[in-house]
C-alpha cells in the first residue's frame, strides 16, 4: 500500500513548531492548523497523491446572541461535517473519514455560517488525515 518513504513519513513525529496550544474549556489543549494539515498531506503523499470531499455537513445550531462588551446584536452557528480522505497508495486507495465540528459568531449571520462550515470541514478532515499516523501521537499531530 504505503512506499517506505510514506510509512516512514507517517512514523516520524510533527516538528513541535508546528504545534500551537490553545486554551479550551479551561484545559490546555494541542492542534495543528488546518492549512499545515494540508502541508503534511502534500509532503507525506504529494499534492496529487490524496483527495479530500466532504460528504455530509449539516447546521446543528443557529442562534442570536450579543458580541462584544459592547453587546453588538449577532448570531451563533454550528455545524457538523463529515470528511472522506482518499490517498492513492501504490495500484490501491486507502480511505479514512472523520468527523468535525464548526462553529461561527458574527454580526451578519452568513459569515456567522460561512465560519462555522469551515472549521467544521477542516476538523473533519484532520481528524480523517490523523487516521494515518502513528496511534502514539494522535492527540497531538493532527487535532
Known amino acids: 500500500m ?3 518513504h ?3 513519513q507517517l512514523s516520524a513525529p510533527l516538528a513541535r513548531s508546528n504545534v500551537k496550544s ?3 474549556g479551561g484545559r490546555s ?3 495543528i492548523e488546518g492549512w499545515k494539515a494540508v502541508d ?3 509532503r507525506i503523499f504529494g499534492f496529487d497523491g490524496w483527495t479530500r470531499e466532504t460528504t455530509e ?3 446543528v445550531a443557529e442562534r442570536d446572541r450579543e458580541i462584544g462588551q459592547q453587546k453588538h446584536p449577532g448570531f451563533s452557528v454550528s455545524y457538523i461535517a463529515k470528511v472522506k480522505v482518499v490517498v492513492f497508495a501504490g495500484d490501491s486507495l486507502v480511505t479514512r473519514e472523520g468527523v468535525g465540528a464548526g462553529h461561527g459568531i458574527d454580526r451578519d449571520l452568513g459569515q456567522a455560517h460561512e465560519s462555522a462550515i469551515k472549521e467544521a470541514e477542516t476538523d473533519a478532515m484532520k481528524r480523517a488525515l490523523m487516521t494515518f499516523d502513528e496511534p502514539r501521537d494522535r492527540g497531538v499531530i493532527w487535532l
Open 2 to 4: 504505503f512506499t517506505v
Open 22 to 24: 490553545r486554551s479550551q
Open 40 to 42: 503534511e498531506a502534500n
Open 6 to 8: 510514506q510509512k516512514a
Open 57 to 59: 455537513i449539516k447546521c
Open 29 to 31: 489543549v494541542s492542534y
